[in-house]
């Protein structure tokens, strides 16, 4: 279980050879590619060594990805999945994902009336969501979640660590209204994490492994 987050984003960005070669696609090693304002992208924006820049407005139909690099997606556009090992994804406001938000190294951040219809999930990286609808769940290892408003339809699980190392606690903060209708899942009994639930944050489900801060 522990590396399941990992596993899947490493799987598909390792895909990244075959994708650049497939039609439709903007795709490049060692640069970075943007789709301007407005534009409209068929294929996926796949990149080895550069950064994905999405502008306002547009629409992307496909899998964006970056093994080194960030992800960035203008206010007011469609996307499909986003994945990164080592680079951010900053969303802006009032943008639809058609799919998952995935980063190994690297933080993950939406703006307000942000949709994302599948899950968010960090390895090292933490996760800042304002005033956004996760119709999935929310998966982390070793990274802070806040959540500022919004509503996170499934659960929120802090993954256990491989091997036996110091780790530092880790805070789950669901402020200002935010909904988590799922649990908060601990699966290391040995990892130190607090919920902090605060100006009407709630979680509808159990919280497993945690302390819960009011």
Same mark, same amino acid.
């Given at each position: ?15 990244? /050879? ?8 903007k ?5 970075s590619?943007?789709? +301007? ?9 796949? /990149? ?8 306002? *407005?547009?629409?992307? =139909? ?19 999945s986003?994945? /990164?090992? =080592?680079?951010s994804?900053?969303?802006d *406001? ?5 799919? *998952? ?8 951040? @939406? ?9 968010? @999930?960090?390895?090292?990286g @933490?996760? *800042? ?12 290892? =070793? ?16 993954e +256990?660590?491989? +091997?036996?190392g ?13 909904v988590?209708? +799922? ?32």
């Amino acid at each position: 279980m522990a590396n399941t987050t990992a596993q899947r984003i490493l799987i598909t960005v390792t895909l990244l /050879t075959l994708a650049i070669a497939a039609s439709g696609c903007k795709a490049g090693v060692n640069r970075s590619l943007r789709v +301007g304002d407005g534009e409209t992208v068929d294929g996926g924006m796949n /990149t080895v060594n550069g950064s994905v820049r999405i502008g306002r *407005d547009a629409t992307v =139909n496909g899998t964006s990805r970056s093994v080194n690099g960030g992800i960035s997606v203008g206010e007011g556009s469609r996307v499909g999945s986003l994945s /990164t090992v =080592n680079g951010s994804i900053e969303v802006d *406001d009032s943008v639809t994902v058609d799919g *998952d938000l995935g980063s190994i190294n690297g933080s993950v951040e @939406s703006g307000r009336g942000t949709k994302i219809d599948g899950d968010v @999930s960090t390895v090292n990286g @933490s996760l *800042d969501l304002e005033d956004t609808e996760v119709r999935g769940g929310i998966t982390t290892r =070793n990274g802070a979640v806040t959540l500022r408003g919004g509503r996170v339809r499934k659960d929120i699980v802090i993954e +256990g660590r491989k +091997g036996n190392g110091r780790s530092r606690k880790l805070t789950i903060r669901i402020l200002d209204g935010a909904v988590v209708e +799922g649990d908060v899942i601990v699966e290391d009994e040995d990892r130190d994490v607090s919920v902090y639930l605060e100006d009407g944050g709630e979680v509808q489900g159990e919280i497993r492994g945690a302390e819960v801060v009011r």
